[in-house]
Structure formats: C-alpha cells, structure tokens
C-alpha cells in the first residue's frame, strides 16, 4: 500500500529560491542536506535497505557538505533523484507516494 508523504512546512525557512546562489552557500548546503535526510530517513523506517544501500544514500549529504559551489549541488540533487528519489517513490501530479 502506497503512503502519501504529508507536507510538512519548511521548519528551518530554507526552501526559499532566493537563498540558492553561491554568497549564501552554507543555507543551501543546510536546505539540500536536510531534504535528503527526510527521503532518506523515511526509506530506511519502511523499505529497511541494506546497510550499503543506506551508506550510499548518506554519501549524498556528505557530497553535498563538500560542494563547493551550488551548481555543484544542483548537480547532486539531480543525481539523488535519479539514485534515490526515483528507485523509491513515485510523483504523480505533485504527490508523493512510496513505491
């Protein structure tokens, strides 16, 4: 059975598009970083993946902590969809759903 994932606000205020630039990196790392952890904790409470398949989910936040630049993250993200997101969870018309 499918779960919605509920919308939870933005708690630490860091889903704001005009922080996404270079001079305020270390709130980009922080906003992209803590997204993750929400995916990545909720796959490890229902999907309980191997302990490599959780180290390489933890690699993206490490790899993003490293990031020099947002492009940089921006390139992480994509790729955490591709990796993660996607193996995971389906988007039908803005909707979460585990798969």
Do not use: H, R, T
């Given at each position: 059975m499918n779960k919605v994932i509920e919308r939870g606000g933005d708690p630490a205020?860091?889903?704001?598009?005009d922080i996404f630039n270079n001079s305020e990196i270390?709130?980009?790392?922080?906003?992209?970083?803590?997204?993750?952890?929400?995916?990545?904790?909720?796959?490890?409470s229902k999907k309980q993946p191997d302990d490599t398949e959780i180290?390489?989910?933890?690699?993206?936040?490490?790899?993003?902590?490293?990031a020099t630049d947002v492009k940089e993250i921006s390139i992480l993200i994509e790729y955490f969809e591709d990796v993660v997101f996607d193996k995971y969870y389906n988007m039908n018309q803005g909707i979460i759903t585990m798969k």
């Open positions: 205020g860091l889903a704001e598009a270390d709130s980009v790392k922080k906003g992209v970083k803590e997204s993750m952890k929400i995916f990545i904790d909720d796959i490890i180290a390489k989910m933890q690699k993206f936040m490490s790899d993003v902590q490293s």
